[in-house]
């Protein structure tokens, strides 16, 4: 289980030795409050997130977020 910050995950995975090679046996990626972070400019970063682990996983997104309409 790894649980990070787009932005923060992205840094790793661009500065940390061996770290992106650790990425590829993810099998299920999560984006919590994912509207919310396209909506603060992390679509670069979860672009970039979703580059570096394998194609062959699960996905999920979640939103809490709830409308006053």
Do not use: W, Y
């Not at 992205?10 to 990425?23: K, M, Q, V, Y």
């Not at 993810?26 to 603060?40: S, T, W």
Request: overall charge negative; cysteine-free.
């Amino acid at each position: 289980i790894l649980v990070a910050t787009p932005g923060r995950l992205r840094d790793h995975t661009e500065n940390t030795p061996g770290f992106a090679t650790r990425l590829l046996g993810v099998k299920m990626l999560v984006l919590d409050e994912a509207d919310h972070l396209l909506d603060m400019g992390f679509r670069k970063d979860i672009e970039k997130i979703i580059d570096a682990v394998p194609k062959q996983r699960q996905t999920l997104l979640f939103s809490a977020t709830v409308p006053d309409e």
